[in-house]
Each structure stands twice: as structure tokens, then as C-alpha cells.
């Protein structure tokens, strides 16, 4: 990550702890994400959308095809049916 970008990032995203890793994420399959310079990490603290099926799962990355396809998003408070 440049320094410019690196800079930007902790100025503008909320840091969870005082001393942020900056471990840049080019891509993720499964319970790893790996940096561009290839390195591997587990990912130990997967978010909401991946931490049950993994990052990347065939069958997930399907569905939101088919579903990006259709709509993305409405207003869900029981004012609008999703088909």
C-alpha cells in the first residue's frame, strides 16, 4: 500500500485497535485472504457475510449474481414483498 493511500486509510476509516496491522487484501477464497505480494493469511475474523460458507463459495457468488441481476436492494421493513 502506497503511503498516500496508507495515510488516507487511517485518517478516514475507524481503527478497531491502536495499532492497526495494514495487512492489504488482494483476494480470498475460502478461510484465507491473501496480500498482492502473494502471502497467506487465515482470516480469523471473518465478517457477517462470509464467516459461515467462507469467502468466495461457489453456490454464494451464484446467488448474488442471479440476484444482482434481478435487483439489488429495496426498502425491507415489511413495507415492500421480495420475490
Request: proline share 5%; charged share 20%; with cysteine.
Amino acid at each position: 500500500m502506497n503511503t498516500i493511500l496508507r495515510k488516507q486509510f487511517l485518517a478516514h476509516v475507524g481503527q478497531t485497535s491502536p495499532s492497526p496491522m495494514l495487512v492489504e487484501v488482494e483476494r480470498a477464497e475460502g478461510s484465507l485472504f491473501y496480500t498482492p505480494e502473494g502471502k497467506r493469511y487465515y482470516d480469523l475474523v471473518a465478517g457477517v457475510s462470509v464467516s459461515n460458507v467462507g469467502h468466495c463459495n461457489p453456490a454464494v457468488v451464484r446467488a448474488v449474481q442471479e440476484q444482482a441481476a434481478r435487483y439489488m436492494h429495496v426498502m425491507v421493513y415489511g413495507e415492500l414483498v421480495e420475490t
